[in-house]
C-alpha cells in the first residue's frame, strides 16, 4: 500500500509540474462551494481534527480547504480576465490570508511534536501590530 501510495503521489506531482506556469486543471473536483466564506471555518475543522488523533477525515478535511483555496484563487484570475483588479487583488489576500493561517496552524502542530522552528508565542506575537 505504502509503495502505491508513493507512486501515486510521484504521479500527481509529475502532472501538476508538468502543468507549469500555462496550464490549469480546472475541474472542480473537491470543490464544496462558499469557498470565500468557508475557507477559514474549514481549515479550523480540519485542524481541529488533527487534534484528534482519532479523527479519520482530517486529510479530507483539509483537501476540502485546499480547493477553497483554489476557487479562490481561480477566481482571482477570472476578475484579472474582467479586468476588475479590485476584486482579484481582494481574492489573493483572502488566498495569502488562508495560507498564512495553515502555515501557522502547521507550525503550531510542529511545535507540539517538538520539531519545531518557532515557539507557539512566537507564531501568535506576530500578530500584536495588526490588532492595533
Request: with cysteine.
Amino acid at each position: 500500500m505504502k509503495d502505491q501510495l508513493s507512486d501515486y503521489i510521484n504521479e500527481v506531482l509529475g502532472f501538476y509540474e508538468v502543468l507549469g506556469t500555462d496550464r490549469v486543471l480546472n475541474d472542480h473536483l473537491h470543490s464544496q462551494g462558499g469557498y470565500n466564506e468557508w475557507v477559514f471555518p474549514r481549515l479550523q475543522r480540519a485542524a481541529l481534527d488533527q487534534v484528534d488523533n482519532n479523527c479519520r477525515a482530517t486529510d479530507s478535511r483539509y483537501a476540502i480547504w485546499a480547493a477553497d483555496v483554489k476557487e479562490i484563487l481561480l477566481d482571482a484570475e477570472s476578475y484579472l480576465e474582467q479586468n476588475n483588479v479590485e476584486a482579484s487583488i481582494r481574492n489573493i489576500k483572502l488566498a495569502i490570508n488562508a495560507l498564512s493561517a495553515y502555515i501557522d496552524i502547521k507550525a503550531l502542530f510542529d511545535a507540539k511534536s517538538g520539531m519545531r522552528f518557532n515557539t507557539p508565542d512566537e507564531i501568535i506575537s506576530r500578530y500584536e501590530k495588526f490588532k492595533k
